[in-house]
């Protein structure tokens, strides 16, 4: 008789249109990466490898073996066991660590801009961007920055900052002495997400910097990190391919899971990831090695903040020069609470005698948050972070290694897409206001609301911080500059709901107008410019 020939099983992969024999189908997980996943109690990453496809274990195995599974060991522990630990009291800020608004002599503020003017031509000032986020909140699957707000101009916040970096170089130019050699450029780190990257980039190559120089601006990504259950176990997502069409529309709400258009069908990832907050910016500046290149182009000072601010005083020169003046390593900008409950991060002092830090709202006790200073009549914890900050580079490289070293990570709780559908986990973020525990000096400096603070969150329509909010705050402002400089105003609809905008190429904070608005008439709204 004549021997039966083996059987060969054979599957397709519809995935790949590529075929698959039953020894593959059989194939455990590689053993030496399961022993590393046990070491670390996360092999249940493989629960469903007999489910996969071949090309499904590859992106499975792939994606493992791309993660740092010993640093995040290491930030899970940590996190973790920091819940529930006792931390000092927090104390009122001292008097003694503020400029406020009042106190503030016409002096102090040219000398201090005069200072900044100087360091500022001497390149001694970069510009640090936070710009990861999505502008979802506001019905854009764009980077915040692309976001027009609705000015005369139509100018995006991208463009608005650019210009103000552009009216800063143009004023320390001026103000230097001739036969400086200062270089008067400000050179621009912009940190994106793997979510912004790609479209912050071609946003900026398509509108030519706004006028920047294209090698003064540099774009780095900040980290991603898993989500894990409250065990600390890796979360993980549906681990196979959707083989359907999806919308424009639908796609673009999807963007904030993670899903990514790979020719017509949708790919989600294996291990869920979210990123590690604006306070990756440190770690991210030090695995770029941005730090070096700071460092490298003489940089001491570092104004950090972040994209959805549509006054934000970029390169600030009074600002600098305050920093500069107190000789602190760290400062920041501060406006008062507008009441007891607004849900804003406040400045405290941590402990007897401690640094200055930021306690989230949601973290000061109420009958704390309604404490009044008997002395001033105004609420003792009152100092509100808007993420207006100034860093020497030295900080920034101490701050870099001591959270690496720490590894505490803010645990948020939230819902996390995974194989089981939604579940409750913990997505893992460091803040950029982590940095001032480790500052052995820190100075804050008032700001006026009105004039430094039109934060864009929310979507037209909602109460606060929407985009008509923040165009509103914009034209009162210029406004009030083209009045002072002796210009004149006409309006069709009601004053309070218009007014003019001040291109930042004319003016960076209402100097230099008057040869171009006294006696002159503007109907609002409009756009002044050169």
Same mark, same amino acid.
């Given at each position: ?91 009122? #800020? ?178 869920? @990831? ?11 500046? @030090? ?194 500059? #083209? ?48």
């Amino acid at each position: 008789m004549r021997e039966e020939e083996p059987t060969v099983v054979v599957a397709v992969d519809t995935t790949t249109n590529t075929t698959t024999t039953q020894e593959q189908l059989l194939a455990p997980p590689p053993q030496a990466l399961l022993e590393r996943l046990k070491d670390y109690g996360q092999e249940d990453v493989f629960a469903l490898w007999d489910e996969l496809s071949i090309h499904e274990r590859q992106s499975l195995v792939n994606e493992i073996q791309s993660l740092d599974l010993s640093r995040i060991d290491r930030i899970i522990r940590c996190s973790l066991r920091s819940q529930g630990v006792p931390v000092a009291a927090i104390e009122p #800020v001292p008097l003694s660590s503020v400029s406020t608004v009042e106190e503030r002599t016409m002096d102090d503020r040219e000398r201090w801009w005069k200072m900044g003017l100087k360091a500022i031509a001497n390149g001694k000032l970069a510009v640090l961007l936070l710009s990861g986020g999505q502008g979802t909140r506001l019905g854009s699957s764009d980077p915040k920055g692309c976001f027009n707000i609705g000015l005369p101009s139509g100018k995006s916040l991208f463009q608005i900052q650019a210009e103000r970096i552009l009216c800063v170089q143009k004023l320390a130019a001026q103000a230097a002495s001739e036969g400086s050699n200062g270089s008067f450029s400000i050179h621009w780190y912009i940190m994106t997400s793997p979510f912004t990257d790609e479209v912050t980039r071609k946003y900026f190559e398509c509108h030519k910097y706004f006028g920047l120089e294209a090698d003064q601006v540099t774009f780095f990504q900040q980290g991603t990190l898993p989500c894990v259950s409250k065990d600390g176990r890796l979360i993980m997502e549906t681990p196979f391919s959707v083989g359907f069409y999806l919308h424009k529309s639908d796609l673009e709400n999807s963007l904030h899971l993670g899903f990514c258009n790979h020719m017509s069908s949708i790919f989600i990832r294996q291990v869920a @990831k979210a990123p590690d907050g604006n306070g990756g910016v440190y770690s991210a500046l @030090k695995y770029s090695r941005l730090l070096e290149d700071m460092a490298m182009r003489g940089i001491k000072y570092v104004d950090c903040y972040g994209v959805d601010n549509a006054l934000v005083r970029v390169a600030d020169p009074t600002f600098l020069g305050y920093f500069i003046d107190k000789g602190v390593a760290s400062a920041a900008k501060v406006v008062r609470k507008a009441y007891p409950q607004e849900k804003v991060g406040v400045f405290v002092r941590r402990g007897k005698g401690g640094p200055l830090t930021v306690v989230e709202y949601s973290e000061l006790d109420p009958s704390l948050a309604s404490a009044i200073n008997q002395q001033t009549g105004r609420l003792q914890y009152c100092w509100s972070n808007v993420c207006l900050h100034m860093f020497t580079l030295d900080l920034l490289n101490q701050v870099a290694n001591g959270l690496e070293k720490d590894s505490i990570y803010h645990l948020a709780e939230k819902s996390i897409p995974s194989i089981h559908g939604y579940e409750m986990g913990l997505k893992l973020e460091q803040f950029v206001f982590d940095a001032f525990p480790y500052a052995p000096s820190t100075a804050l400096f008032e700001a006026l609301r009105e004039e430094e603070f039109a934060p864009v969150k929310n979507a037209n329509g909602a109460n606060f911080d929407t985009p008509d909010s923040a165009r509103l705050l914009v034209l009162r402002l210029h406004t009030r500059w #083209v009045v002072a400089a002796g210009g004149f105003l006409t309006h069709s609809v009601p004053l309070y709901a218009t007014g003019v905008e001040v291109s930042p190429l004319c003016s960076y904070s209402g100097e230099n107008l008057e040869a171009i608005c006294r006696g002159r008439t503007f109907h609002a709204p409009c756009e002044i410019s050169f």
